[in-house]
């Protein structure tokens, strides 16, 4: 089907799947450990050597070397280039089940991927479980939720979401992921109105180390449902999330598009202007270097060109109000700043399309006052020796600044700022994220990490006590860091509290 945005894709939602969880055995009680017992088997009988893989699965099960073995390793990011001995494509949560116990009985590690929009480690031989072909998604317009398998992508729930005028908190990309993006916090177009992705999930299925299967809320599997909402993909695979949804069907939003010359004026133009507006606004600013190709819109082909993102929770005159100082920092070079009904969001940040190598790398800031402002220009700037394609800041605060209705692994709430950088793999250091660390708080957003020289970074992504407590749930739910090909929390040697 064709989206809205004009993007080819897959068939939106699968709606031969019933919702709710996957099949599960009896369960007992939450145990004082905050883990539930697991429902299922814990473990699956299977034949030995790799070729039993395939005979466990509805879906397929591949080899090295097989035909289509290749194309199931790539993701929309080509950095990373994973060499997986054995490939699950999974078609259930059944599958992911038996997938899982098999490799945990031969103490394979596993890696994980849907979209392959935000990869870290490339899986070394072990074992590659593709969820894209999880598609289900259903929406509850009466309770506001969403239920999304998980290979589903963000334009799937829009769409689906939309019909009831609800949107979900998706992100700048309607190709992202839905379950990578929020498993990482999710810092999405209406962050400072609503909050992190993962502020608003209220259960997460999920497939532990052991091959089974757990349902965790608020209620039941209290620490691996915290760690699960930021602790990114190390605890298990998850089939399915449920989130609520808000009550927006159109915003005012778009870009405005300034000469690269004019980012001086436009940056400080806008660093003044966000002390002032309300959370229902969210906007970046970002510095354009895109090379001179068909693919990019004449514009800002081959230039330096200054962009300001809007989202804006209003009415267009009340929008327009709040921009016009923008509209008056410098000529214009485009202006497509409008009301747009939600399932056009993916026009605001115009993300690519395709697939391409790329290192996304990224900074917390505590405060941009004039003196980081000018840091960053002359980092990035006209002039500057900087061969990124995007540098970008990203306001925080409001929503984003208080803490979860349900406390959760997100950190960093109290940043003003996140700064993010995209780039070619040219082998350069990350020259702008390290020349804005006297602003930094050292810590980053792992959502705006990619590629295998971030994987070292997970620590970054937490503070101390946030870290400690991820790796005590991993060590209790994956002792043996079967989980590895992520921003990885190694499990502690010894879990402060047994199973």
Same mark, same amino acid.
């Given at each position: 089907?064709?989206?809205?945005?004009?993007?080819? /894709?897959?068939?939106? %939602?699968?709606?031969?799947?019933? &919702?709710?969880?996957?099949?599960?055995?009896?369960?007992?009680? &939450?145990?004082?450990?905050?883990?539930?017992?697991?429902?299922?088997?814990?473990?699956?009988?299977?034949?030995?050597?790799?070729?039993?893989?395939?005979?466990?699965?509805?879906?397929?099960?591949? *080899? *090295?070397?097989?035909?289509?073995?290749?194309?199931?390793?790539?993701?929309?990011?080509?950095?990373?280039?994973?060499?997986?001995?054995?490939?699950?494509?999974? %078609?259930? %949560?059944?599958?992911?089940?038996?997938?899982?116990?098999?490799?945990?009985?031969?103490?394979?590690?596993?890696?994980?991927?849907?979209?392959?929009?935000?990869?870290?480690?490339?899986?070394?031989?072990?074992?590659?479980?593709?969820?894209?072909?999880?598609?289900?998604?259903?929406?509850?317009?009466?309770?506001?939720?969403?239920?999304?398998?998980?290979?589903?992508?963000?334009?799937?729930?829009?769409?689906?979401?939309?019909?009831?005028?609800?949107?979900?908190?998706?992100?700048?990309?309607?190709?992202?992921?839905?379950?990578?993006?929020?498993?990482?916090?999710?810092?999405?177009?209406?962050?400072?109105?609503?909050?992190?992705? #993962?502020?608003?999930?209220?259960?997460?299925?999920?497939?532990t180390a052991d091959g089974?299967?757990?349902? #965790?809320?608020?209620?039941?599997?209290?620490?691996?449902?915290?760690?699960?909402?930021?602790?990114?993909?190390?605890?298990?695979?998850?089939?399915?999330?449920?989130?609520?949804?808000?009550?927006?069907?159109?915003?005012?939003?778009?870009?405005?598009?300034? &000469?690269?010359?004019?980012?001086?004026?436009?940056?400080?133009?806008?660093?003044?202007?966000?002390?002032?507006?309300?959370?229902?606004?969210?906007?970046?600013?970002?510095?354009? *270097?895109?090379?001179?190709?068909?693919?990019?819109?004449?514009?800002?082909?081959?230039?330096?060109?200054?962009?300001?993102?809007?989202?804006?929770?209003?009415?267009?005159?009340?929008?327009?109000?709040?921009? %016009?100082?923008? /509209?008056?920092?410098?000529?214009?070079?485009?202006?497509?700043?409008?009301?747009?009904?939600?399932?056009?969001?993916?026009?605001?940040?115009?993300?690519?399309?395709? !697939?391409?190598?790329?290192?996304?790398?990224?900074?917390?800031?505590?405060?941009?006052?004039?003196? $980081?402002?000018?840091?960053?220009?002359?980092?990035a700037g006209p002039g500057?020796?900087?061969?990124?394609?995007?540098?970008?800041?990203?306001?925080?605060?409001?929503?984003?600044? /208080? &803490?979860?209705?349900?406390?959760?692994?997100?950190?960093?709430?109290?940043?003003?700022?996140?700064?993010?950088?995209?780039?070619? !793999?040219?082998?350069?250091?990350?020259?702008?994220?390290?020349?804005?660390? !006297?602003?930094?708080?050292?810590?980053?957003?792992?959502?705006?990490?990619?590629?295998?020289?971030?994987?070292?970074?997970?620590?970054?992504?937490?503070?101390?006590?946030?870290?400690?407590?991820?790796?005590?749930?991993? $060590?209790?739910?994956?002792?043996?860091?079967?989980?590895?090909?992520?921003?990885?929390?190694?499990?502690?040697?010894?879990?402060a509290r047994p199973l």
């Amino acid at each position: 089907m064709t989206t809205s945005e004009g993007i080819a /894709r897959p068939v939106a %939602a699968d709606s031969s799947r019933a &919702p709710g969880p996957a099949p599960t055995g009896p369960t007992a009680p &939450p145990g004082p450990s905050g883990l539930a017992a697991p429902s299922g088997p814990s473990g699956l009988a299977a034949p030995s050597g790799p070729s039993g893989l395939a005979g466990l699965l509805r879906g397929r099960g591949l *080899r *090295r070397g097989q035909d289509d073995f290749a194309v199931e390793l790539d993701g929309f990011n080509l950095i990373t280039e994973h060499d997986p001995d054995l490939i699950a494509v999974v %078609a259930d %949560a059944a599958d992911v089940r038996a997938a899982v116990a098999y490799a945990a009985a031969r103490e394979l590690p596993i890696a994980v991927q849907a979209t392959g929009h935000g990869p870290s480690n490339p899986a070394d031989r072990g074992l590659l479980i593709s969820t894209r072909k999880l598609r289900g998604v259903t929406i509850d317009p009466l309770a506001r939720s969403a239920r999304a398998e998980g290979g589903v992508q963000w334009y799937e729930v829009v769409q689906a979401a939309a019909e009831y005028g609800l949107a979900p908190l998706s992100g700048s990309s309607p190709l992202t992921g839905v379950t990578g993006y929020t498993l990482g916090g999710g810092l999405g177009l209406l962050a400072r109105r609503y909050g992190y992705a #993962a502020d608003l999930v209220t259960a997460v299925e999920v497939v532990t180390a052991d091959g089974r299967a757990h349902r #965790a809320t608020a209620d039941r599997d209290t620490d691996l449902f915290w760690a699960l909402r930021g602790g990114t993909g190390n605890f298990g695979v998850v089939t399915a999330l449920e989130f609520g949804l808000v009550p927006v069907a159109r915003l005012y939003g778009g870009g405005l598009f300034f &000469p690269g010359d004019a980012a001086a004026d436009v940056l400080h133009a806008w660093r003044v202007w966000t002390g002032s507006v309300p959370d229902e606004l969210t906007s970046s600013f970002a510095l354009l *270097r895109l090379p001179d190709i068909e693919a990019v819109p004449d514009f800002l082909r081959g230039r330096l060109t200054a962009h300001i993102r809007i989202a804006h929770l209003g009415s267009a005159d009340s929008g327009a109000d709040l921009v %016009a100082p923008l /509209r008056a920092a410098a000529p214009l070079v485009v202006d497509t700043l409008a009301e747009i009904p939600y399932t056009r969001s993916g026009e605001i940040h115009t993300d690519p399309i395709e !697939p391409m190598p790329y290192h996304a790398r990224s900074l917390m800031l505590r405060e941009l006052d004039e003196t $980081a402002a000018d840091g960053l220009l002359a980092l990035a700037g006209p002039g500057a020796d900087c061969i990124d394609l995007v540098v970008e800041l990203r306001q925080l605060g409001g929503a984003l600044g /208080r &803490p979860a209705p349900v406390p959760n692994a997100v950190d960093h709430r109290d940043a003003a700022f996140a700064l993010s950088t995209v780039s070619l !793999p040219d082998g350069r250091p990350p020259l702008v994220v390290d020349g804005m660390a !006297p602003w930094g708080t050292g810590r980053r957003l792992l959502n705006l990490l990619a590629s295998p020289d971030t994987a070292h970074l997970a620590r970054t992504g937490y503070e101390p006590a946030t870290y400690a407590r991820l790796a005590d749930v991993k $060590a209790r739910v994956d002792p043996k860091n079967l989980f590895r090909f992520n921003h990885n929390i190694p499990p502690l040697a010894q879990p402060a509290r047994p199973l």
